[in-house]
Structure formats: structure tokens, C-alpha cells
């Protein structure tokens, strides 16, 4: 049988064509939202403050999927990664003529945490508990070594055991610097962490559990003396962006991604 369209039904279809062209039917307002949504989220940032002598504004760049990037045409170097002079941190550690004045309190107190961690000097007695898991253990020290190395990797000739940063200090906010402010802190937590879990450990857990208070303390100390060295304004904001410690899982999934890009490249040239 054939259908026949009624004088209302054409005028219900033609409304509704009508409000859909206009967006006013719900399916196109969702729509329109979320394409203004996806249209915010890539808006470039950028912001302008006090910096080291010789920079220019705008001093960072990005956007918030990624963290801060270092404008293009400024003195830093935040953009690049440097070859790590190992010689010259080997000399800073072992020189005595700023003994005091550089923090090296939380240093010294890093190292006996991360022996402790390494080597317990008793056993905490849980009875039958269970205090870990050692595939997850290994997964977590996996993750640990991949903050480590491309935090050292990205920091470059800034890199420095003590709190107070070095005098040439380029503040870094690309690579491992876009997913947390201090990868190196972060890789030693997780590093202490999965040691304890793959070994069933809770004594290294606590002993863990103490480095990360410590970590975060001279994490807090750092900031102070780069906020002084950058200016807040610009420091607050980088700050802002990406979390201190704790990485986020969209920012640590990206980190992997280049890390494993990096290493197939590498693997390709040699």
C-alpha cells in the first residue's frame, strides 16, 4: 500500500528541518558544543613575564594538552635537549666552596633514604599480609626508569643534585617536564615503590614512603628559588599546567609514546 503524507506531517517535518538548520534541535546543540569544546582545548597559550637577561616575551608557548613550550626565538634552550656534562655535576657535587648555601641537607638525606630503600636495616613484621605484587612491581620500576632518563635527558647542563639550581638554570617544560616539574623526583618515588612491591617489602614502603615526603619538600624548595630565577608569574603558570609529582595518566601515556619513538629512531640509526 502506498503512504500517504498528511498536510500535519509535512508541516511536523518541515518544522523540524527548520529548527535543525537553525540549531535549535537538541542533536545539533550537543554538536555545536562540542565542537566549540575540541576548539578550546587546542587555543594556544601564551604567556608573557620576567625571565633570565636577554629573554623576550612571549616566553612560553603551548597549549593544554601538552604543557608550556619555550617560544621559538628566545635565549633559553628549552626546546632542545643537551648532552649532560657528567664532569661538571661530579665537580658541583664535590665542591665545598658554597658548602651551606645550596640546601645540600635534602641531598645528603635522599641518598641515606634511597641506601635504606636499597638495603633495610630490619623487618617490619606484618604476619601473613601481603604487601605486594611483582608484576606490577616491575611495571612501576619500568615506568620509573622512562621518567628518569628523559628527565635527565631533557634537563641537560641544568641539572643539579641540590635544590638550588645553577646559575645558567634554562627552565625546561617540554618532554618529561610537560607531564610533571620534577621527572627525576618522580622516577626515584616510583623506582623506591616498585622495589617495595616487587619484593613484598614493607619496610621499604615505609622507607619509601618517607622519601616521597622528603622529595616533595625539596621539590617545594626548588620552586621557590625558580620562581625567583623566571619570575612567579611565568613559574605559577607552568605550574598550573602540569601537576608537581603524581604524572597524569593522558600526560605519562605520552611520555611512553615518545619515548618509545625515540628509542625505535635511535635503534634504526645505529
Request: with cysteine.
Amino acid at each position: 500500500p502506498r503512504s500517504v503524507r498528511t498536510p500535519m506531517a509535512s508541516t511536523t517535518v518541515r518544522a523540524f528541518a527548520t529548527a535543525r538548520a537553525a540549531g535549535v534541535c537538541p542533536r545539533a546543540r550537543r554538536a555545536r558544543a562540542r565542537s566549540t569544546r575540541l576548539a578550546r582545548v587546542t587555543t594556544p597559550i601564551v604567556l608573557v613575564g620576567g625571565g633570565p637577561k636577554g629573554w623576550s616575551a612571549p616566553i612560553f608557548v603551548g597549549n593544554n594538552t601538552r604543557g608550556l613550550t619555550l617560544a621559538k626565538g628566545t635565549n633559553g634552550d628549552g626546546d632542545g635537549d643537551e648532552t649532560l656534562n657528567v664532569d661538571a655535576v661530579m665537580k658541583e657535587i664535590t665542591d665545598t666552596s658554597e658548602l651551606g648555601q645550596r640546601d645540600e641537607v635534602f641531598f645528603v638525606g635522599q641518598m641515606v633514604l634511597i641506601l635504606l630503600v636499597a638495603f633495610p636495616p630490619f623487618q617490619l613484621d606484618v604476619g601473613d599480609a601481603k604487601f605486594g605484587d611483582p608484576l606490577f612491581g616491575i611495571a612501576t620500576i619500568a615506568l620509573a626508569a622512562v621518567l628518569l632518563v628523559q628527565g635527565t635527558k631533557n634537563l641537560g647542563n641544568s641539572l643539579t643534585p641540590f635544590p638550588k639550581p645553577r646559575a645558567d638554570n634554562v627552565l625546561k617544560t617540554q618532554g618529561a617536564y610537560a607531564v610533571v616539574r620534577h621527572p627525576m623526583y618522580s622516577g626515584l618515588i616510583f623506582g623506591c615503590f616498585g622495589t617495595a612491591l616487587a619484593t613484598g617489602d614493607p619496610t621499604r614502603t615505609l622507607f619509601t614512603m618517607a622519601l616521597a615526603a622528603l622529595l616533595n619538600a625539596k621539590a617545594g624548595k626548588e620552586e621557590t628559588y625558580l620562581e625567583a630565577m623566571h619570575g612567579a608569574d611565568v613559574y605559577g603558570a607552568y605550574a598550573k599546567e602540569v601537576p608537581r609529582l603524581i604524572p597524569r595518566i593522558d600526560g605519562m601515556k605520552t611520555l611512553l609514546d615518545d619515548f618509545g619513538k625515540n628509542f625505535e629512531t635511535q635503534a634504526k640509526d645505529e
